[in-house]
């Protein structure tokens, strides 16, 4: 692993690897740099990648007061550290602190986001307690608890549960499970203005599953509406996690946007 300071002096550790144009991957809650090992290796034939730890996992820093400010300057660091124009392609929290780090940087050449978590009209409802629920299983060491209690709220497929506890990194997740408090406000309290965006003219490509919950799709059709310079292609018959259950279909439009 390597590592670059963002701008609050924070280190930000990466892994870097593959051949062709710079490409920066920008990985979603729940989980670090490893969410990509079902693509890395074929992104890695296009491409040479820096793959972000997110702060607060790996060896990434994780200093407090959290902000979710301090996320999307850590995404414009890396492209900044890159020294030219950069691809970048992210998921989920990555790509709402993706798409803000466009405003921050002007090295950012192309860009996919896939259902970032911006608060429209439609939210995610958390039960009132589900915050003392949650801290509470951390506290007693039931990580794994705690974030099936996470996927339990979002309704999430019983079979995309099953297949991320089947991967290689599910302890990843586990060693992940305290930052998602952090992340949830942090969306939660970030307040999209579409206005910010009508100057960003970067060639974005969002990505919407036909199975998403009202939420992503309000969200990706929120974003796709503020920018100038966008279009956006459907995963049929996927919802949140279309790298997972079906990755060949989200390297062909992701690729496909990329490679033009």
């Known amino acids: 692993m390597e590592h670059l300071i963002s701008k609050d002096c924070t280190p930000i550790t990466y892994e870097s690897g593959g051949r062709g144009p710079p490409l920066i991957l920008v990985h979603g809650t729940v989980i670090d740099h490893t969410y990509w090992e079902p693509v890395r290796a074929e992104i890695e034939n296009h491409f040479s990648v820096t793959i972000l730890d997110r702060r607060g996992r790996g060896d990434s820093g994780d200093t407090l007061p959290y902000s979710i400010q301090r996320e999307f300057e850590d995404v414009a660091a890396t492209v900044e550290n ?23 940087t002007d090295n950012i050449r192309r860009i996919v986001l896939y259902q970032p978590p ?96 009202p939420f992503y799709k309000a969200a990706t059709e929120a974003v796709h509406s503020s920018l100038s310079n966008s279009l956006m292609s459907m995963l049929p018959g996927q919802g949140h996690e279309a790298i997972i259950t079906a990755p060949e279909h989200f390297l062909h439009l992701a690729l496909g946007f990329l490679d033009r």
């Open 82 to 104: 890159m020294g030219g124009p950069v691809d970048v392609l992210c998921h989920s929290y990555g790509a709402l602190c993706s798409l803000e780090a466009g405003l921050l």
């Open 118 to 213: 911006i608060y429209t009209y439609i939210g995610i409802l958390y039960p009132h307690d589900a915050l003392d629920r949650y801290n509470a299983y951390l506290e007693e060491g039931r990580n794994e608890e705690a974030i099936m209690m996470i996927y339990e709220i979002r309704d999430a497929p019983p079979d995309e549960v099953e297949l991320h506890r089947s991967l290689p990194n599910w302890r990843s997740r586990l060693l992940s499970a305290a930052t998602i408090p952090l992340e949830l406000f942090g969306a939660r309290g970030f307040k999209f203005n579409p206005h910010r965006f009508r100057s960003m003219n970067v060639p974005t490509l969002l990505l919407l599953g036909t199975e998403s919950t």
